[in-house]
């Protein structure tokens, strides 16, 4: 019989929830569903944290993550309060990206990467050969069977401890079931011994990069995430990333909700082993019954720590990333080689890219063949193109990823700008004509952007998911010695990513209502039937 997990004792009535990023208001939406009275509080101007918004001279664009996967997960928070993707303002309208990516490789061939498997065989038969397809359809089907063995046990589920793993018949069945597929062992080993083509090897293993390691470091059930992104859609929200952080925040506030914009949270007060209340940067004091809070590790235990008297856990942080935004005239994207949202072009170097960008103690370097992600929004949603200085233009963002601060401690105040020119000087080889004279460029994230967000080691993309930092070894949503504290976010369980940040809003909140479990699947059904 499994044993029952903890949640938060005594009254809960008030809950104050720090931060209005994606795990912030699925935390919220899901406690105000359950009858609490929510207060969110966030430091920016506009919600959406790693997924919100940069203002440019007459338009915005996303500042963080541009790939949706999953987004019935949107749907699940937005149903938690009776909402749905039509009922928000305004309402929410996702497009299936197909092709979900484009890739390009150094040799000069490139492969449009589909979600639906006839397509994407067909395409791989065509680039790589029928035999490789065959293997191909192969290593879906085993991708597949990862993700369902982890995803309900491992990834939207709570943990006491490791030993949650074998609580239960259920939960050793699972554990058992997973291992028995290979799952921790490594994913850049399996990927190997499945498809032979090294491109093709590339398109199933970079995902990796989003758990912080290198393929060949990575444990097999981040096949999960390779799953996610080549299988399960991918998808663009019309208006922008930043149309989700919208929708969940005008659904939290029509259900009741409150949200307080500019208000940073610059101390907490104990009483006893609880916090009864936040203390803002203004000094305003906020009494709450629990607490959720979402920002980065770094921030939480500059907030914690005062009132815990507990050192913080030292944490492997995963590399980072340096991003251009701005816009570039739409008659010379037009005539670039491809035509896609997203693009992963590829240098010649892998496992060496791999090497440098996450080497350790100050070992790390930039990527000398670099391998970068475009993304053209506009492709998608032709209302983004909007008209500068009389030039019809569309946004556009570059992201390369680098070493973050520990591993390579850079001097990006003065390396930025000749880093920039370096990153247009190779993709204007690479066939992107005239990106170097017409890419207006209005923000340039760095090492140095994050850190100064208070994201540790410069790095947006938090703890690596090396296994000691992985599912129930991961840092817990529980905070010792707070009865009344609950951890959401990507620096916690289940990790790093869109959808698996939306789970752990969703977990922080069942930490302080109870086990789900009925009332989950009956939002999760409502939300693939309302359009997830």
Known sequence: MARALRT??????????????????????????????????ERESSPGGRVGTYRGPGYDIDNGATVLTMPELVGEALAAVGADFTSTSPPLVLERLSPAYHARFADGSSLDVHSDPDAMAAEVSRVCGPDESARYLRLRRWLGRIFDAEYHRFMDANFDSPLDLVSSREAARDLVRLTALGGFGRLGARVDRTITDPRLRRIFTFQALYAGVAPADALAVYGAIAHMDTSLGVYFPRGGMRSIALALADALTTAGGEIRFGTEVAALERTGDRVGAVVTAAGERIDCDALVLTPDTAVVDALLCPVTRRTPRRVRVSPSAVVLHGTVPTAIASRWATQRHHTIDFGHAWKRTFAEITARRGRGRLMTDPSLLITRPAVSDPGLVLDRAGTASEPLSVLAPCPNLHSAPLEWSSLTGPYVNELLRELEKRGYSGIAEHFTIDHVDTPLTWLGKGMAAGSPFAAAHVFRQTGPFRRPNLVRGLDNVILAGSGTVPGVGVPTVLLSGKLAAARITGPVGARSAELHSKARSAGG
């Open 8 to 41: 938060v004792p005594g009254r809960t009535d008030h809950v104050v929830v720090v931060g209005a990023g994606l795990a912030g208001l699925s935390a919220a939406l899901h406690l105000t569903g359950s009858g609490r009275r929510v207060t969110v509080l």
